[in-house]
Structures are given as C-alpha cells and as structure tokens.
C-alpha cells in the first residue's frame, strides 16, 4: 500500500512547500517543526488503519465507551535527520515506544556508496506495528537495510514507512525489497542525480534540521 498525501489537498501541502522553499529552509526551527507537523498528519493518518477496543471512561456524569488503541506502536527513525519527523509521529502516539537506529553512508572512490548500520536500540518488537521515520526517500537503500533487519531479527507484526519526500526510484526499490511495508510518502519527485539527491527535491534535510558536518555522511 502506498500513500501519497499531496493527491489530495491539505494544508500538508503547505509544510511541504515550506520544506522545499530555499528561503524557508534559512530558518531552521521552523524546517524542524514543519516536518515534526508532517509527521503528525501521518500519524493520524497511520492511526486509522490500526485496531481499537471498547473501553469504558468514568465521566464527571456517567459513563462513556470510547474505541482506543489494542496496542501502542513502535516508533523507529534513522539517526539524526529522521529525529524531527519522529516526533512528530511521537506527539500523537506518545505512549508508544521508540527504535534508534545509526546509518552511514560510505562513498568510495569509484562513486559508488554502501550504506554501514552501526547501532540499533530497540524495545520489544515482538508483534508489533512498527512505523519507521525517515524524511528523505533517494535510492531505498538506507530504509531497506535498516527495516530488512528489523524483520528477520524480530517478529514484526507490521510496517509502516513514513518519507517526507520520495523519489520514484526509491520507492520502487522499496516495493522491490520490502513488499509488506505500508508507504506513506508526503510527495514523489521522478528524478534522482547519479549523487542520490531527489531533483527537485529538498536539499539534505539533517543538515537543514541540525547543520551541517564536520565530516562523514551520517544521516
């Protein structure tokens, strides 16, 4: 399944205009927030598609029954450009429980790049709906060894894989390597340059959100 929230219009359509916007983009608190905004728009979104329950609330007047959730999720984002649009996703699921997963980037000198996980820590993700954050979707091969790993080495109940921005590229990649996920993509742009940057795309969104690195190409 793939959702992409610019088929429709909302005002999510504005905090990605803001998101692309060179000027905008000056201002990193507000780069920050609007992709934290988008993360909750696709967490409301996500929410509809998960599984409630009666439940009985004692009102100052009587009794309510109100559906909540069965079960909290599992929210996972790839460190650190993938930290805003988590919290975003945490404001709404706040009692959910988190995975942080480090990636790096590798170029070597022929051009080519590989993609290092160095780090996971993860609460217990046996049976559980996880939805991985990570704002920019370029060649799907960050996403797809980071979530590969989480369904072979847990027992995932479902996935679920929010992007801000995608390229067509990636996103078929994805639904190559990892058919069982759930996409929710805000846009999809077609091009992708021979460096892995979405044309038009954004720019590179962790060092619009925390600037930029001394070295490395962490995420």
């Known amino acids: ?10 005002v999510a359509n504005q905090f990605l205009a803001q998101l692309r916007d060179a000027v905008v983009q000056q201002d990193r608190m507000r780069f920050r927030r609007n992709l934290e905004r988008l993360g909750e728009i696709f967490a409301y979104e996500i929410s509809k598609t998960l ?3 009666p439940q009985e609330v004692e009102t100052p007047l009587g009794i309510a029954t109100c559906h909540t959730l069965v ?18 996703l945490l404001n ?6 988190t995975c942080f997963i480090a990636a790096a980037r590798h170029t070597k000198k022929s051009g080519e790049f590989e993609i290092h996980k160095s780090y996971v820590n993860t609460p217990n993700l046996d049976e559980k709906v996880v939805i991985m954050a990570d ?5 799907g091969q960050s996403i797809v060894i980071c979530c590969k790993d989480l369904l072979v080495d847990y ?11 995608a390229s067509d590229e990636g996103v078929q990649y994805v639904r190559k ?3 069982e996920a759930h996409l929710w993509i805000g846009e999809i742009d077609n091009e992708l340059t021979s460096k892995s940057y979405i044309v038009p795309g954004l720019g590179d969104a962790g060092d619009l959100a925390f600037g930029g690195k001394d070295k490395g190409e962490h995420a």
């Open 1 to 10: 399944m793939i959702t992409v929230l610019t088929q429709k219009n909302s």
């Open 51 to 53: 599984t409630y329950q």
């Open 71 to 88: 079960d909290q999720p599992v929210l996972a984002t790839i460190l650190r450009a993938g930290l805003p649009l988590h919290q975003g």
């Open 92 to 97: 709404i699921f706040d009692e959910a429980g």
């Open 135 to 139: 704002p920019m979707l370029a060649t």
């Open 155 to 165: 027992n995932v109940k479902e996935l679920h894989i929010v992007i801000a921005i």
């Open 177 to 179: 390597y990892l058919p």
